[in-house]
């Protein structure tokens, strides 16, 4: 595995090492002990998976006492995965890192703790993996607005994104709940 350097020093894009042939192909998509000689040294309790159409926009999401780190997949179709730094004692609070994610490229993300987190579906359809460092909370469950214009994310919209009531009614980076 490598990993790829983004304007966030935090956020790790991670390519696999992958094996292929005429049958198919194989890669390790998750290794602890290499993860940890790559920087990342967390504890996952949780998988998730879902699955989202052509123009689905989930996020921006964050927990606000439990704050979850992310490592993120997709395994079909493709995405444009985003992490917004919301530690007010970062350096790089407020701003962005963005990456396409795709069942071709096999890249993952590395959304750490303090992050708010979401994607766009730029395929057909595209499903989604991704471990947690720590449980969902929906108490604790914050949402930051997608299109705030201070964060000026350029999301590639192909048409209407397709949101949540909730994730639409997302709040602005000003009026949001954020970390120390």
């Not at 390519?15 to 920087?39: C, K, W």
């Not at 964050?62 to 490592?71: A, D, S, V």
């Not at 701003?95 to 396409?100: I, L, N, P, T, Y």
């Amino acid at each position: 595995m490598q990993v790829l350097v983004t304007a966030i020093p935090e956020v790790l894009a991670i390519e696999p090492n992958v094996f292929g042939d005429e049958r198919g192909f194989f890669y390790e998509s998750y290794n602890r002990r290499v993860m940890v000689q790559l920087g990342l040294d967390a504890e996952f309790v949780q998988d998730n998976h879902s699955r989202s159409l052509r123009n689905v926009l989930r996020g921006l999401h964050y927990q606000i006492q439990h704050p979850q780190g992310k490592l993120v997949r997709v395994i079909a179709g493709e995405v444009y995965d985003v992490a917004v730094d919301l530690r007010r004692s970062s350096p790089t609070y407020g701003r962005w890192v963005g990456h396409m994610l795709s069942a071709e490229n096999k890249r993952m993300m590395w959304i750490p703790p303090g992050f708010a987190h979401g994607f766009y579906v730029t395929s057909e359809s595209a499903e989604f993996l991704y471990k947690t460092t720590d449980y969902w909370y929906p108490e604790d469950e914050r949402c930051l607005l997608w299109n705030d214009p201070n964060l000026a994310i350029n999301w590639p919209l192909t048409g209407e994104p397709q949101l949540t009531a909730r994730d639409n009614a997302g709040k602005s980076l000003a009026e949001a709940e954020t970390y120390p």
